[in-house]
């Protein structure tokens, strides 16, 4: 039973409003677009925020059937991916959005001297890179003034040198990049947006597991549902940390802190 029908039925077709009820109908409006919403991480956030009565749009390659909307990446040319995106987003959530997360992404190893070199850094530039320039250029369109928009970076490409993994390193340090440019007055987005970033060491997920079957490893790896619980937190605070500011997650024993760098 829907709100509306609740309320003819307890008061035999008169509909009243109340308060309280105003702002549950406000809250249940609230939306994210999760652009990887059918990744690891981005099914995560995609789930917390469903339960807490977030309308959420996933943005990815196949469907997140736990999403209120799905929105399929179905052309190779990023421009022309992000407009459709744009445009099925107003139509969808017309109020335009609260939250913008970008948990697109992906990893690849190999020095210089590999010969796969130019692959995983095309790899790396597709999935981490041009995933993020999207996920900032629909939020400079359909985010909501004050709005949030969270990206994607890594821990490792902090200290500035990944000698085993070139390309990884160059994509994550371009996504932090990326952040410090958009938290800059006139960088294009939306009055008063927040922009942060999440930088993680190990994820724990399946993928994860299966690579390094050590449950030992596991106990310092973050759990996904730790980075959706502080998105979500983030996402109804009045007073967001700073924006432009990285946060590296620092799990030991599944605790998990989010230190600011």
């Known amino acids: ?21 105003l702002t549950f109908l406000s809250l ?15 099914s995560n956030v995609v789930e917390s925020f469903a339960v807490a009565g977030w309308t959420t749009v996933s943005v990815d390659f196949r469907n997140n059937p736990k999403a209120t909307h799905n929105i399929l990446l179905e052309n190779s040319d990023p421009e022309t991916s992000t407009a459709e995106v744009s445009k099925k987003v107003a139509e969808l959530v017309p109020s335009k959005l609260d939250v913008v997360a970008c948990t697109a992404g992906g990893w690849a190893g190999g020095d210089i001297a590999s010969p796969d070199i130019f692959k995983s850094l095309d790899f790396i530039w597709k999935s981490c890179v041009i995933s993020a ?19 994607t970076g890594a821990n490792v490409a902090l ?80 007073s967001r940390p700073e924006t432009g500011s990285l946060f590296s997650l620092l799990t030991e024993k599944r605790v998990t802190a989010f230190k600011k760098q």
């Open 1 to 21: 039973m829907c709100i509306r029908d609740s309320i003819n039925a307890e008061y035999g077709g008169a509909v009243f409003f109340s308060f309280a009820s």
């Open 28 to 42: 249940m409006a609230r939306s994210i677009l999760v652009w990887g919403g059918s990744g690891a991480l981005g």
């Open 133 to 151: 320039v999207s996920a900032g250029h629909l939020a400079s369109q359909q985010l909501k003034e004050g709005g949030l928009l969270v990206f």
């Open 159 to 238: 200290k500035g040198a990944t000698p085993g993994m070139v390309s990884y390193g160059a994509g994550k340090a371009a996504t932090h990049h990326i952040v410090s440019s958009l938290s800059q007055p006139n960088s294009g987005l939306p009055k008063s947006a927040t922009v942060l970033a999440i930088l993680p060491i190990d994820l724990d997920t399946p993928a994860n597991r299966a690579g390094r079957p050590d449950p030992a490893l596991w106990e310092n790896w973050t759990p996904l549902e730790h980075i959706s619980e502080q998105l979500l937190q983030w996402a109804n605070s009045e």
